[in-house]
């Protein structure tokens, strides 16, 4: 055994994956960043249930799409009911609570309150 560390290479990636995962990026941001308001304007039409479903039921099958490769371990029985458990309250829970408090105050308290949350939770 070699006392030298080796040192661990992370594999190379074409300059095109590289665009695509950025403007990838950018699109979730802006998709992110237009909530406060496009919500408020939704929220006016759809109640905040019917909103954050629509968004899971979108969102879900276009991820698990993406994320589908052949070469990947699929996860057990167990873990899929994990994995729902965590996504019904992690993900469709936090958006309906968020919706719902978006209908009681304006787009841009929101804003200012939604990167705090974080915080609030290490707190």
């Known amino acids: 055994m070699s006392s030298r560390r080796e040192a661990i290479v992370p594999p190379r990636t074409s300059p095109r994956a590289d665009t695509a995962a950025i403007v990838t990026l950018l699109v979730v941001q802006v998709i992110f960043a237009t909530l406060h308001v496009v919500g408020k304007v939704v929220l006016a039409e759809i109640p905040a249930l019917a909103f954050a479903a629509s968004r899971v039921l979108i969102a879900a099958p276009l991820l698990a799409l993406m994320a589908w490769r052949h070469d990947r371990v699929m996860p057990t029985a167990r873990d899929w009911r994990a994995l729902a458990v965590l996504?019904?309250?992690?993900?469709?829970?936090?958006?309906?609570?968020?919706?719902?408090g978006l209908r009681?105050?304006?787009?841009?308290?929101?804003?200012?309150?939604?990167?705090?949350?974080?915080?609030?939770?290490?707190?």
């Open 104 to 123: 009681f105050t304006t787009a841009t308290n929101a804003a200012i309150l939604m990167p705090s949350i974080p915080v609030f939770t290490v707190a």
């Open 87 to 100: 996504g019904l309250l992690g993900v469709f829970a936090n958006q309906v609570l968020y919706l719902v």
